[in-house]
């Protein structure tokens, strides 16, 4: 019995030792599994990171293409602006020159208008004081025969 004690030691050592080497198997496919998840998430990681990178790089790119575009837009603005001054300058003056002999001319006419208005009185005073004196010459010559 002393044999089948050593048997049965041996025999349960065996044992023991498969079950060691199935949970060293166990616990290497385990971390072999876990690994090639770890690898498997930290490749769509990266994979998402350069996503998300190209995206924001692309969007960079357009936010500044944006603003030098908004930037010369803002120049050409100035420009313009800057013109339309000098030519509302230009045309403040011209209206100026042509206002002034206008206005001169407005005031000489009004002027004129007036000088009718005198002249035509005058006329017409003279050309009653003319008939005046036909009437006293004709009387004149009618006393004098």
């Avoid at 041996?10 to 496919?29: C, I, N």
């Avoid at 692309?58 to 420009?79: D, G």
């Avoid at 403040?92 to 020159?97: C, H, P, R, S, T």
């Amino acid at each position: 019995s002393e044999e089948e004690t050593v048997g049965s030691e041996r025999r349960m050592k065996e044992v023991r030792d498969e079950m060691e080497r199935r949970k060293r198997d166990g616990l290497t496919e385990l971390e072999g599994r876990k690994d090639a998840q770890t690898k498997d998430i930290m490749r769509k990681n990266e994979q998402e990171i350069d996503e998300m990178r190209a995206y924001y790089n692309e969007l960079t790119h357009k936010n500044l293409e944006l603003i030098k575009s908004l930037k010369e837009e803002a120049k050409a603005m100035r420009k313009k602006q800057r013109q339309n001054d000098k030519l509302l300058e230009e045309h403040i003056a011209e209206n100026a020159n042509i206002r002034e002999p206008l206005e001169q001319a407005n005031l000489d006419l009004i002027q004129l208008r007036k000088d009718q208005r005198d002249f035509k009185e005058q006329r017409k005073a003279l050309g009653e004081e003319k008939n005046k004196l036909l009437l006293l010459e004709k009387n004149l010559k009618d006393m004098e025969w």
